[in-house]
Every structure is written in structure tokens, then in C-alpha cells.
């Protein structure tokens, strides 16, 4: 079956940790994307890879770090940085080359700082 | 700055009954949209696009109209039924390659 998966479902922080969400997927897909999602706003852009060991930020990049050294896997790092880090955190694959490529989501990772 | 608006954060409808959902957008380099279903702690399902160089595209149930001079989109769903009741996401792309930018989204609620 191909897919993301993203690990755990839900994930609780103290404050001052950091924390690590994992994101896989074997669909063979080049671009990987991290979006956050609060109550009632869209998905906004963390970081996302074009390719592997290259990655970008995105519109909300602050407190937040990424690596890409698979091509399969796009983890996200939330460090204590990140001021207001209680999120649904949502992981995305696409083709990049040709354009116009939809992005398949996984399931998210509900993320709670006590 | 907003670049993608959906003004209707809800809609309800009755089963059967054909539901509109409406999105604009500001940047005139958007050149391919998409519209994603989401339900609650999942992560959102693609559901149909559509290029600039067309003004309407199908598939079952669904389907996008894109007015460009207006910088306008709306997904049609007919006829409407209870599952269909989820959170609808307009998104778009074109100036960044295939980064998305995402409305807010509406939440639509199929009576039956």
C-alpha cells in the first residue's frame, strides 16, 4: 500500500522540550511538505524539501526544524522555541517536476504542550 | 495577506440538494487550484482541480468552475449527501512551483 504515514497520532510536550514528528512515505514522491492547522484557519506552510538534503522555509518556519537525508522521510522538529507549538500538524508528499502536482496528506500528529 | 479566501466558514444543505462552495483568490500567478476534503483528525483527501486554461472540470458528483477575470472558484456537489459533510479546503498554485496556499476552509453539513 502506497502512503504517509506520520507518527504518533498524538503527542504531548512539556514546556521547554523539544519534540521530533515523524513523516514517511513510499509513494516515490520527490517534494515532501510540513503544514500546521489550527481551529478554524488553513493549512499553513512549515518547511518543505524539493529534494533530499535540501529543504526551504516556509511561511511559518519560526521555532521549527526539518532535515531531509532520505528521500523517504521529512521529519519535523518543534523546539522550545516555538511559542505557541499546540497544533495539528499535518505532513504532505508530491511530485515536483512538471508542476500541477496534487499533494497526498497523512494522517496527522496531533501535538499538545501541558 | 490572504491570497486565498473562503468568506463562508459554513454551509448547510439538504441532502439531495446541490451545495456551492465559493473561493477567491488575489494573485494573478495562480495557475492550477484544488479543492480537499477534510474530516476531523484526519489529514485532508484530494478531491478534483483544475488549470487556468480551463473553465470547468469534472468527476461524478463534483465539480470546479474557475472564472479567472474574476479570480473566482466554485465546487459543485450534486446531489449532496450526509458523507459529504466535512471541512472543504480551496487551495492554489503556480508562482512557487507546487507549494499550496490554502483558505481557511468551510465546513459543510449535509442534513438528511
Known amino acids: 500500500d502506497g502512503g504517509i504515514t506520520q507518527s504518533p497520532k498524538y503527542l504531548f510536550r512539556k514546556e521547554g522540550q523539544n519534540v521530533t514528528l515523524s513523516c514517511e512515505q513510499n509513494?516515490?514522491?520527490?517534494?515532501m511538505y510540513w503544514y500546521r492547522q489550527d481551529p478554524g484557519q488553513g493549512l499553513r506552510l512549515i518547511y518543505y524539501?524539493?529534494?533530499?538534503?535540501?529543504?526551504q522555509k516556509g511561511d511559518i518556519a519560526e521555532g521549527y526544524s526539518v532535515s531531509r537525508e532520505k528521500k523517504e522521510s521529512f521529519p519535523l522538529t518543534v523546539t522550545s522555541a516555538q511559542k505557541n507549538p499546540t497544533a495539528f500538524y499535518l505532513c504532505?508528499?508530491?511530485?515536483?517536476?512538471?508542476?500541477?502536482?496534487?499533494?497526498?496528506f497523512g494522517p496527522g500528529t496531533r501535538l499538545t504542550v501541558l | 495577506d490572504q491570497q486565498v479566501k473562503q468568506n463562508s466558514p459554513s454551509l448547510s444543505v439538504q441532502e439531495g440538494r446541490i451545495s456551492i462552495l465559493n473561493c477567491d483568490y488575489t494573485?494573478?500567478?495562480?495557475?492550477?487550484f484544488l479543492w480537499y476534503k477534510k474530516y476531523p483528525a484526519e489529514g485532508p483527501t484530494f478531491l478534483i482541480s483544475?488549470?487556468?486554461?480551463?473553465d470547468k472540470n469534472e468527476d461524478g458528483r463534483f465539480t470546479v468552475f474557475l472564472n479567472k477575470s474574476a479570480k473566482h472558484l466554485s465546487l459543485h456537489i450534486v446531489p449532496s449527501q450526509p458523507g459529504d459533510s466535512a471541512v472543504y479546503f480551496c487551495?492554489?498554485?503556480?508562482?512557487?512551483?507546487?507549494?499550496?496556499?490554502f483558505g481557511a476552509g468551510t465546513i459543510l453539513r449535509v442534513k438528511s
Open positions: 504532505a508528499s508530491s511530485m515536483w517536476q512538471g508542476g500541477n502536482n496534487e499533494q497526498f
Open positions: 509513494l516515490n514522491h520527490d517534494a
Open positions: 524539501s524539493q529534494i533530499v538534503n535540501d529543504f
Open positions: 494573485n494573478s500567478m495562480f495557475d492550477y
Open positions: 483544475i488549470s487556468s486554461i480551463k
Open positions: 487551495a492554489a498554485s503556480g508562482e512557487y512551483g507546487n507549494k499550496l496556499v
